[in-house]
Structure formats: C-alpha cells, structure tokens
Nanobody, 124 residues
Framework: QVQLVESGGGLVQAGGSLRLSCEAS????????MGWFRQAPGKEREFVAV??????????DYADSVKGRFTISRDNAKNTVYLQMNSLKPEDTAVYYC???????????????WGQGTQVTVSS
C-alpha cells in the first residue's frame, strides 16, 4: 500500500503561481511512477504530469495543456513530489490529485493509488 497526502492548493489570480506537494509513504518502491491528475466540475479526470522516482531527469511527461507552465519534480529524500504551476489560467481550476503506480500512463485506470485531492482555484 502507498499513502499519498497532497498540500498546497488554494486561490490565486490568473497569471499567478502555486506549488503543490505530495508526500508518499508506505511501499513507495512498488510504485515508482508518481504524478498528478485534475478534475474540474462536470468534467472527467485529466492527466497533468508524471515522473519516475529514480532514473534520468528526463523520465517525465506532461499534458499538452500544461507544457511550458507546469513543472513536476521530486525529492527522493523526502518522498515528495512537487507540481510547480506558473502562469495559471482560470481553466486550470480543478481538484488536483496525486497518484502513484507501477506503470506509466495518461489514463486514470493506470494508477493504483490516489490522494484525497487539493482544490486549486484560479480567478480571472
């Protein structure tokens, strides 16, 4: 089992920044891929970004909608994954979920473990 706890959501104006954190505990070695999904009201859950705990720094991916604005990173010593969100837009408003899996993918079904979610609201 892997436990995921997100923090860092909040209200920000368009063009602003927020950093989300996700602390993992438990059998993290069994789920080397960590990432973020988001879900806006009335919409399906959407892939945002993924990173692998170990390996090259290039072992990560982003949704096209956030490329160039969001950055995913990790701190292995703290078992924590971060999502730095810059140039935020109102359409980024959603509940953001931290996820973990033994596989890498962009579908929600790929991920075995989910955090409780943290609300991000971007005002125009």
């Amino acid at each position: 089992q892997v436990q995921l706890v997100e923090s860092g959501g909040g209200l920000v104006q368009a063009g602003g920044s927020l950093r989300l954190s996700c602390e993992a505990s438990g059998r993290t070695f069994s789920s080397p891929y960590m990432g973020w999904f988001r879900q806006a009201p009335g919409k399906e859950r959407e892939f945002v970004a993924v990173i692998k705990w170990s390996g090259s720094a290039g072992n990560l991916d982003y949704a096209d909608s956030v490329k160039g604005r969001f950055t995913i990173s990790r701190d292995n010593a703290k078992n924590t994954v971060y999502l730095q969100m810059n140039s935020l837009k109102p359409e980024d408003t959603a509940v953001y979920y931290c996820v973990a899996s033994s596989r890498r993918g962009v579908m929600p079904s790929t991920y075995d473990y989910w955090g409780q979610g943290t609300q991000v609201t971007v005002s125009s």
